[in-house]
């Protein structure tokens, strides 16, 4: 690993207040934010994923937000296909990608490399000598046929741009479910000079912001959205399983009412943060700050700027 291949996270668990500081830390240092949530990767279920609105980014660039329809499937390995790519773009340019989100395993196999098997990597070399005979026009010409909007994302004669657009492709065409990732398939150290950033708060002050957030959820409409969803029958197992879509099946087929469908939402948002917790304080080197210290946001700027420095 170079020196120069360094990587910001910032995690922590739901309403711990990520998405304020995210857009501080990142109009501070000059950084886009990259999502690490797996549920605001899906259009349409803005809501009820807390997902940042676009008047709300103070301009800020945001990646790995609305890149699939509900119907579509996405896993842990997508997830780190797409990040992986937009981490090597960044380094090329210099710049340091910045990671943003709460979903613990995706975080992890992307800091820690999880090998997706062998296979993958015999695949890959498969296609890229099958690739590597063709000239750059030609590449360029099928990753336009491939998708126009990804095509205008890569100049035309940067093939090694081009090479991984296809070849990330492909691979997502090929890959099947895949099982759990098992604690031997991570390297032991991190693949990149990381910086981990973990926000936390009391328990009780952040389950009082979480039930203060559902609150403000419904009164956004949640309840339409939810709706919407469940009556286009369309939803992939991923997308069924999102907080706050779930717990709404039970009031549409007429068992709950909206006050219990309110409370459980609340209830498993509660639980989740707890998971949260527990898988980063277990999985990850985290550098903690504890936001209800009004210096915390000071030394994270201070820690920042030296890690930057090293």
Do not use: C
């Amino acid at each position: 690993m170079s020196t120069n291949e360094k990587l910001i996270v910032l995690i922590g668990p739901t309403a711990v207040g990520k998405t304020e500081l995210s857009l501080d830390i990142a109009e501070n240092f000059d950084l886009d934010i990259i999502s690490g949530d797996s549920m605001q990767v899906y259009q349409h279920m803005d809501i009820l994923t807390g997902k940042i609105r676009p008047e709300e980014t103070r301009g800020v660039v945001h990646h790995m937000i609305d890149i699939k329809k509900t119907g579509e499937s996405f896993s842990v390995h997508d997830f780190k296909l797409e990040v992986d790519d937009l981490i090597d773009t960044y380094h090329e340019d210099e710049k340091i990608p910045f990671i943003v989100g709460g979903t613990g395993h995706y975080i992890r196999a992307l800091i820690y490399d999880y090998d997706f098997h062998d296979e993958d990597d015999e695949d890959k070399r498969e296609l890229m000598q099958k690739l590597d005979k063709l000239s750059t026009t030609i590449l360029y010409g099928r990753l336009k046929d491939i998708s126009e909007d990804l095509a205008s994302g890569v100049h035309p004669n940067n093939r090694q741009r081009i090479l991984r657009q296809l070849i990330k492709f492909e691979l997502s065409e090929r890959i099947s479910q895949r099982p759990a990732a098992k604690d031997s398939d991570y390297q032991h150290t991190p693949k990149y000079d990381t910086f981990i950033i973990g926000l936390e708060r009391e328990r009780s002050i952040l389950y009082d912001r979480i039930n203060r957030r559902v609150e403000e959820m419904f009164e956004m409409g949640i309840a339409a959205e939810a709706e919407k969803l469940y009556l286009e029958h369309n939803l992939s197992t991923t997308a069924k399983g999102a907080i706050g879509y779930k717990e709404f099946i039970p009031y549409f087929e007429g068992h709950a009412s909206l006050q219990e469908v309110k409370e459980t939402i609340k209830q498993n948002t509660r639980q989740f943060a707890k998971r949260q917790l527990t898988f980063f304080r277990n999985q990850l080197e985290v550098n903690w700050y504890d936001m209800e210290d009004e210096m915390s946001k000071e030394r994270i700027f201070n820690d920042l700027t030296q890690f930057l420095r090293s």
